[in-house]
């Protein structure tokens, strides 16, 4: 009698760098795009967002703008961060991925603000086989 089985898995090799940048009077906008280029997917995984020492007492606001080549012009930017140094100087965020080019704004206030998290990026390593022969 001849068992056999197999098993394909699709393995994925993956990458991340830490990414981090200030928004501030002098610089209101800043564009993520992926660093890699080729066939890797790339994300962008937000962790915290944070007033520099030296912010004002006044509201951050922090945004996403949505993209500029966006056929519908009724696309709102989306606040992601409200701040305030004697209220809340900090927030975590939790499961936020986003997909290149992001362009983070900020909207009220004179910053700085410090953006931080991680660049993913998974490459798929193509198919692998298993397979199991015995024989009885």
């Known amino acids: 009698m001849n068992l056999s089985s197999a098993s394909s898995t699709e393995e994925k090799a993956v990458t991340t760098v830490l990414w981090g940048c200030e928004l501030s009077q002098e610089r209101r906008t800043w564009t993520?795009?992926?660093?890699l280029e080729g066939k890797q997917s790339c994300?962008?995984?937000?962790h915290t967002i944070c007033l520099g020492e030296k912010a004002k007492e006044e509201m951050h606001r922090v945004e996403i703008l949505p993209p500029a080549n966006q056929e519908?012009?009724?696309?709102?930017?989306?606040?992601?961060a409200s701040l305030q140094a004697s209220?809340?100087?900090?927030?975590?965020?939790?499961?936020?991925?986003?997909?290149?080019?992001v362009?983070?704004?900020?909207?009220a206030g004179s910053g700085?603000?410090?953006?931080?998290?991680?660049?993913?990026?998974e490459k798929k390593a193509g198919k692998r086989t298993r397979g199991n022969k015995s024989q009885r």
Not at 90 to 98: A, F, I, P, R, S
């Open 72 to 80: 519908d012009k009724k696309m709102q930017p989306v606040t992601i």
């Open 103 to 107: 362009t983070f704004q900020l909207r």
């Open 32 to 35: 993520f795009r992926s660093q």
């Open 112 to 121: 700085p603000v410090f953006l931080c998290g991680q660049e993913r990026y």
């Open 43 to 46: 994300r962008l995984l937000l």
């Open 87 to 101: 209220v809340l100087p900090m927030v975590t965020m939790v499961g936020v991925q986003l997909s290149p080019p």
